[in-house]
C-alpha cells in the first residue's frame, strides 16, 4: 500500500477497532465526475487519449489462439499436471482475457460497438462459460451508479458481509470470490437475457463441445480451472479487492501501479479508469503524466498480493468495507 499504509494497520489494531457491521454510507455523487470536469477543465490534451487501442484485436487473438492451443495438448495430461499448469500459465492468459472484455465493454477495440460485442464473444471463449455480454451490462452501471445501493451489483451483498467475518471465512470467500462477482448480480438484480446473450451462449457452447468431442475433458477442464484459479487466490485476482475496498475511509477508488498491469490492460490505474472510462488501458499512465496532482496525492498499491493478504488478515477489514450511497431522488 502506498505511504502510511501500514502505520494506519497497526493504529487500528491498538486502538481495538472492529469490522463494521455496515457499509461506508456517503452522501454525495459518486467522485469521478467531478474530477472528470476538473481535470479536463486544466489539461483539455488529455481527450486527445480518447478513443480504440489499434492493437486490441491483435493482442486478444494471440491470447485466446495461444490458450486454445495449450488446451488441445493436454488432452492426456495428469491431472497434477493440468492443476499446475492452470494456476501457473492458463490463469494469467483467461484473466487477461477476462479483462479484455472489460476493454471491450467501454468499446475500446472499435469504434463501432457491434464490433467490440462479437470480439468479446470471442474473447470470452477460453474462459469456459459465457459472461462477457452480461458483464457488459452490470459493469456499465457500476460505472455510471459507483455504489449506489441495489444498482451497482460490484458491491458485496449484505450475506457475504454478515458470514465473511473471520480470517478463515474470508480466506474461502477470496479463493471463490470469482463466483460471487459473477452470480451475485444474478441473483440480487436479475436482467432478462436479450439476443446477444443467445449469441454469446451458442458460441460458446459449441466451442466447449468441440474442445470435449475432439479434446476431451480434460482440456476443457482446463479451461475451467484457469479461469478458476485466476479469480481467485491469484496475484492478478487482487485487482477485485484493491480497486474499491475501503483501506482508507476517505477514498473509494484506489489504483495500483504495479508490474502486472503489464498482463491487465492496465486496469490497475483504476482511478484514471474511473475517471476517463474512454481512454484505453493502453494510455492510461499517460493520464497520471499529465495530471499528476490529481493522483500522487491519493493512496495506491503496488502489490495485488499484499491486497489480498492485508483483505484476509486485517480484522477491521470485510466485504462491509465499501462505500454505498442512496439514488438521488427525482424532483
Partial sequence: MGKG?????????????????????SYTD???AS?????LFQYP??????????????????????????????????????????????????HNLFLAIHELSHNLAFSTPIYNRWLGIFANLPIG?????????????HHRFQGVDGIDMDVPSYIEAHYVTNVVSKSIWVIFQLFFYALRP???????????????????????????????????SYLILSTFVGGGMHPMAGHFISEHYVFKPEQETYSYYGP??????????????????????S????????APEYYECLESYKSWSHVIYMYIMDQTVGPFSRMKRKLPQKK
Fill in 35 to 39: 474530477s472528470r470536469r476538473q481535470i
Fill in 186 to 220: 444474478l441473483f440480487l438484480k436479475p436482467k432478462p437475457p436479450g439476443y446477444w446473450e443467445f449469441i454469446n451462449l451458442f458460441v460458446q457452447l459449441a466451442l466447449d463441445a468441440t474442445i470435449v468431442y475432439f479434446c476431451g475433458w480434460r482440456s476443457y
Fill in 30 to 32: 459518486e467522485p469521478h
Fill in 5 to 25: 499504509g501500514e502505520r494506519r494497520e497497526e493504529d487500528k489494531k491498538e486502538e481495538g477497532i472492529v469490522m463494521a457491521n455496515d457499509f461506508f454510507w
Fill in 283 to 290: 494510455k492510461l499512465h499517460k493520464v497520471k503524466e499529465i
Fill in 260 to 281: 502486472l498491469n503489464l498482463l491487465t490492460w492496465s486496469v490497475g490505474y483504476h482511478n484514471e479508469h474511473h475517471d476517463f472510462p474512454r481512454i484505453p488501458g
Fill in 129 to 141: 462459460v459465457p459472461m462477457s455480454v452480461t458483464f457488459q451490462k452490470y459493469h456499465l452501471e
Fill in 45 to 94: 490534451q488529455i481527450k486527445e487519449l480518447f478513443g480504440p487501442d489499434p492493437f486490441a484485436f491483435l493482442k486478444i487473438s494471440v491470447v485466446v489462439l495461444l490458450q486454445l492451443w495449450t488446451t488441445t495438448i493436454l488432452h492426456d495430461a495428469s491431472w497434477l499436471s493440468i492443476l499446475t499448469i492452470a494456476y501457473f500459465f492458463g490463469s494469467f492468459l483467461n
